[in-house]
């Protein structure tokens, strides 16, 4: 698993999965391999932050149908709370002031 994850980072950060990506997403090429190539470091940070955030034995927690979990590093879910809906209404456009 460890030299998998070695593979795939060296492929994304070195463009090759990106560039790729982004040439079958996009009919604008030069565009596609622009895009592909920020979208493969943005995969490439996530990844390592992801395995720096574990060491740090913190859980992460998520919002999944109105309720809140935590996830510990070995990858246990524990349900902390329900999410009561918003009962306020908000508007689609707003000002800044």
């Known amino acids: ?6 593979t795939l ?8 999965i990106g560039s790729a990506l982004g040439l079958l997403l996009s ?3 030069e565009e596609g ?7 493969g470091a943005v ?7 992801n395995q720096e955030a574990r060491k740090t034995n913190i859980p992460v ?3 999944e149908n109105g309720k809140i979990f935590a996830i510990d590093v070995s990858g246990n879910k524990k349900f902390i709370k329900n999410i009561e809906k918003s009962t306020e209404n908000f508007s ?3 000002k800044l002031k």
């Open 1 to 6: 698993m460890l030299n998998q994850d070695k």
């Open 9 to 16: 980072d060296s492929l994304v950060s070195s463009g090759l």
């Open 27 to 29: 009919k604008d090429k």
């Open 33 to 39: 391999m622009i895009i592909g190539g920020l979208l």
């Open 43 to 49: 995969i490439t940070a996530t990844m390592k932050a």
């Open 61 to 63: 927690y998520i919002k």
């Open 92 to 94: 689609g456009q707003f």
